[in-house]
């Protein structure tokens, strides 16, 4: 089966811009999960959606980010406007409904450069 | 608060020799544990994961892990490191409630010399 996708791979943006980062989860798979790393330092929870449903926000860090998933498919991550702290690597996750956090799968990771 | 302290950050390991990455959290109850580890341009990969039983876990690639409840520690190891093995690796403790939620320690690089 194919695994997760995130694009892009690589952004790098000026300070102010918008940047929309997506997610294809593994299909079928109910759960999408977004963490970051910024500045290596440990990985964060972003937030969880079960579907389309947001089902866990707490660790989006403010009104600049807005994730939003399209009929409980592939998400989406916009950053607006984008700020220097928002440099990091941001990770998508999918598992199947009923098996969190049993069955993980991540992506690549898009690497977020703001300039 | 729930934590994960990785107190190594890099690690320069012989190839062949031994490897033990520490790992401890802090967490009330009985926690779901997780070693992952990413190798560069690939995502993170679950080595092995622990949520009851034996305390000794095997995971992909000659991995282990043994958990200690009285040291709140989940020491990831391999008795012989290979070259392909130099990566980052991550420990991380399922939140509570089992929401899916993870919360990560900063991770250890791994070198291993020729």
């Known amino acids: 089966e194919a695994g997760v996708t995130q694009f892009p791979s690589h952004s790098v943006i000026e300070k102010g811009q918008t940047v929309t980062l997506r997610c294809d989860p593994i299909?079928?798979?109910?759960?999408l999960y977004w963490y970051r790393r910024v500045m290596g330092k440990e990985i964060k929870f972003l937030l969880h959606f079960v579907k389309e449903s947001k089902q866990d926000e707490s660790g989006m860090p403010n009104n600049r980010f807005l994730a939003e998933r399209t009929g409980g498919t592939y998400s989406t991550l916009k950053v607006q406007p984008a700020e220097l702290e928002d440099s990091g690597v941001y990770f998508c996750?999918?598992?199947?409904?009923?098996?969190?956090?049993?069955?993980?799968?991540f992506g690549s990771g898009t690497r977020l450069t703001v300039v | 608060a729930q934590s994960v302290t990785q107190p190594d950050i890099h690690i320069t390991v012989s190839e062949g020799a031994s490897l033990e990455l520490r790992c401890n959290y802090s967490y009330g109850a009985t926690p779901y544990l997780f070693w992952y580890v990413q190798s560069p341009g690939q995502g993170l990969q679950l080595l092995l994961k622990?949520?009851?039983?034996?305390?000794l876990v095997q995971g992909i690639k000659g991995f282990e892990a043994e958990f200690k409840r009285s040291q709140s520690s989940f020491n990831l190891r391999k008795p012989s490191v290979h070259w392909s093995d130099a990566a980052e690796y991550f420990c991380?403790?399922?939140?509570?409630?089992?929401?899916?939620?993870?919360?990560f320690g900063q991770g250890t690089t791994l070198q291993v010399k020729p």
């Open positions: 299909s079928g798979h109910d759960n």
């Open positions: 991380a403790v399922g939140a509570q409630g089992n929401t899916g939620k993870l919360i």
């Open positions: 622990y949520f009851s039983g034996d305390t």
């Open positions: 996750a999918s598992s199947q409904a009923g098996r969190a956090p049993y069955g993980y799968t």
